[in-house]
Each structure stands twice: as C-alpha cells, then as structure tokens.
C-alpha cells in the first residue's frame, strides 16, 4: 500500500531477529515485544471532514533500567471523508454543488521514543515521548453536481480526475500508558497518544476539492494535523 512498507517490513524484521539473538545471548529481560489495536480520532481543524478512524501498531522495546524503557514503534491509522460535512460546509459558504466523493487518509508513522514508568510491580503507569517520520496515502475520486440558478439549465455532473498522493513527512507524540503484568512473560498495555503529523495532505475546505476554472481537476491542501490515539493490546517480554 505505500511505497515504503515493504522497507519497514525488513527493517523491522531485522530488528526483531536482532532482538532474539541478544535476548538469548545477554539478559532474557530486557527485550519486549507487543501488537496494539484501537481508535484513531481527529483532533481539532481535523475533525471538521474526517470521521473517527481506526489503526494498530507493532512494538519493539528495550528495557534500559527498572523505569526507562526505549521503544520503536510502527503504526497504521485511517480516515474516511465525512461527505455530509463537506457538503454542510458548501452550502453554508454559498455554493450550490453536491460532492459525492470517496476519499481516505492513511497513516503508517514509524517512531523512536522513551518510556518513563512511575512505578514497578504489577502496575505501572507510564509517559512517553516519540519521535520519526510518517508514510501517507491520500487518495480522492468522485463527481460533484453543479446546480444553476433558475430552471432554463439542468444539473451538471463533472467527474473529478482521481488523485492518489504518497509522501513521508515528520511526526510527534506525547502519551500516558499503563502496564499490568499478567505473568513472568506477558503484559496487558493500554495507552493514549497525541500525535503531530506536519505537512498532511487533507481536505479541509471544499474550495480544495474542486476549483470552477478546472472542474476535473481536484487537490488537497497540506498541513500540520493532530489525532489521538486509544489503543489496548499485549506485550511479551522476552
């Protein structure tokens, strides 16, 4: 699906053999691992066309001391265009169009960061801070009905070209998280994220969908976006 998966796909495949070979050699406790699954939701100008999304993650962590952990993270998100929000949004600034467009943003961040736990035993909430780079895929089709003043011209239906931007841009997240320990080897892990995307591709006014001098044409604007993420899942600890 995007153009690097197949690269963090090996990456991640050698780390994680990496991660085996060291477990095995030095100390059994240090190396985890853990899939997380949940909901994706926009946050602020994001909000405004995007429904609430949905994503996962992969992690792979390094236990540096009994509080400070280092982990790498590979995640997915995706939203789907609210079309009802983006018509709402036409009407209300005069335009006499109906959009009816199918359009999706997906999200594969990849990040370093740094967990602080302020606690040990069974429980042990945690802050993090990540740092990385994000993949996206934004992709836009449909057609929009232009309706003309009076009852002397019928509607007009113009396709839209269909567009698909790919790219990869830096990203943030600061996060709260908790660890329960339900064995020597496995955890249950559910944390919150808020995540900073720069230079997105969205849609956020329908002027960035269709232009009256280029009516085939259509366009998403780049910005910076945020989303939180709430997410539940299981770690093993090597």
Do not use: C
């Not at 009994?66 to 335009?95: C, H, P, R």
């Not at 602080?116 to 945690?126: C, D, E, M, W």
């Not at 003043?149 to 790219?167: A, F, I, K, S, Y």
């Amino acid at each position: 699906m995007f153009f690097i998966v197949e690269l963090l796909v090996k990456t991640f495949s050698s780390i994680f053999l990496s991660l085996l070979f060291f477990s095995s050699s030095y100390s059994q406790s240090d190396f985890a691992v853990g899939v997380n699954a949940g909901l994706s939701l926009p946050v602020g100008q994001f909000t405004e066309f995007y429904q609430s999304g949905y994503g996962g993650n992969g992690q792979f962590m390094y236990n540096v001391s009994n509080q400070f952990m280092v982990v790498l993270t590979v995640g997915y998100s995706k939203w789907d265009i609210d079309q009802d929000a983006v018509n709402t949004k036409a009407k209300e600034s005069g335009k006499d169009i109906t959009f009816n467009i199918q359009s999706d943003l997906r999200v594969m961040p990849l990040y370093i960061g740094a967990r602080y736990y302020l606690a040990s035993g069974k429980h042990r909430p945690f802050f993090s801070v990540d740092f990385g780079g994000y993949s996206y895929e934004f992709k836009l089709a449909g057609d929009v009905t232009i309706k003309f003043p009076g009852d002397d011209l019928p509607d007009q239906t113009v396709p839209l070209e269909e567009r698909t931007q790919t790219g990869t841009e830096t990203a943030l997240a600061l996060g709260l998280g908790y660890f329960y320990k339900l064995s020597k080897h496995f955890y249950i892990e559910i944390h919150s994220k808020y995540n900073v995307l720069t230079d997105a591709t969205t849609i956020n006014d329908p002027d960035s969908i269709y232009d009256p001098e280029d009516p085939t044409s259509i366009y998403g604007i780049k910005g910076t976006i945020a989303y939180f993420t709430f997410m539940a899942g299981i770690d093993y600890r090597f």
